[in-house]
């Protein structure tokens, strides 16, 4: 029966997924408090997503069927989500300053976002390289990424659809790419093993507190940073 615990919780990972889809379409009608709900749910999704590997750990109940389903669930909660977030900000983006080329074309480049997701879920399970690091953005950071761009955006002025464009292409460049991105799963509690862990944590409680959700997308930039900041100290010694 235990085995079967760790599935049942990604599941719930799959569901917060398909609610947070289905609310973020009715942001259409409801606007900026159905996108909160929805990432909320995307918010929840991470949880489980963190739980059904810590119970597959702890219960030891690995199997390729919970690998698979997993990242099927991923793509829901993390890829297609998000990228219905960025695909209703572009388009109030493109409504509000609509001097920009074919701009009506413009929010479908957040297809980008599943797409891509899709591309580092399949690497992702077929890369031995990745049990204890991440090569490239992994997509539950760059789900929240999505949610706190948008929340950002709307509060503190992210104003242009060419600096939204950017940031699609560059952050599904980052999920494909071959930066090494440390884990925030902790193996032990000691600061000094988990120093860079302990520093994303306090300043995503700092950041949130601050910009409520759009904390997100300063937080998921600091984590970028710090892993690119590791990987050149690691290429000096």
């Known amino acids: ?30 606007g900026e408090h ?11 999704a991470a ?9 597959a750990r702890l219960l030891k109940a690995y199997s390729p069927m919970g ?18 977030i960025a695909y209703l900000f572009a388009s109030d983006l493109v ?53 706190g761009v948008y929340f950002f955006g709307i509060s503190y002025g992210l104003e242009y659809p060419y ?12 999920m494909v790419s071959e930066i090494p991105m440390f884990s925030l799963k902790f193996s032990n509690y000691s600061i000094k093993d988990n120093f860079l862990r302990y520093l994303i944590i306090v300043a995503a409680i700092v950041s949130v507190s601050i910009f409520g959700l759009g904390g997100f997308a300063p937080v998921i930039v600091l984590y970028i940073l710090l892993s690119l900041l590791q990987n050149c100290l690691h290429l000096k010694k």
């Not at 389903?69 to 990228?83: I, K, M």
């Not at 609509?98 to 077929?126: C, D, E, H, M, Q």
């Open 67 to 84: 690998k698979e389903l997993d990242s099927l669930s991923d793509l829901v909660s993390f890829g297609l989500a998000p990228g219905l």
């Open 95 to 147: 409504l509000t300053y609509n001097t920009i080329p074919a701009g009506k074309y413009v929010p479908y480049l957040a297809l980008l976002i599943p797409i891509f997701s899709a591309l580092r879920l399949a690497k992702f399970n077929i890369d031995e390289r990745q049990t204890t690091s991440f090569i490239g953005l992994p997509v539950p950071a760059n789900a929240l990424f999505w949610i």
């Open 163 to 174: 600096i939204w464009m950017v940031l699609v292409i560059l952050f599904s460049y980052l």
């Open 47 to 55: 949880v489980f997503d963190f739980l059904d590997g810590f119970a």
């Open 1 to 30: 029966m235990k085995k079967h615990i760790p599935n049942f919780i990604t599941c719930l990972n799959l569901l917060c997924g398909c609610l947070a889809c289905i609310t973020a379409f009715e942001g259409t009608v409801g």
């Open 34 to 44: 159905k996108i909160f709900i929805a990432s909320l749910f995307i918010c929840a």
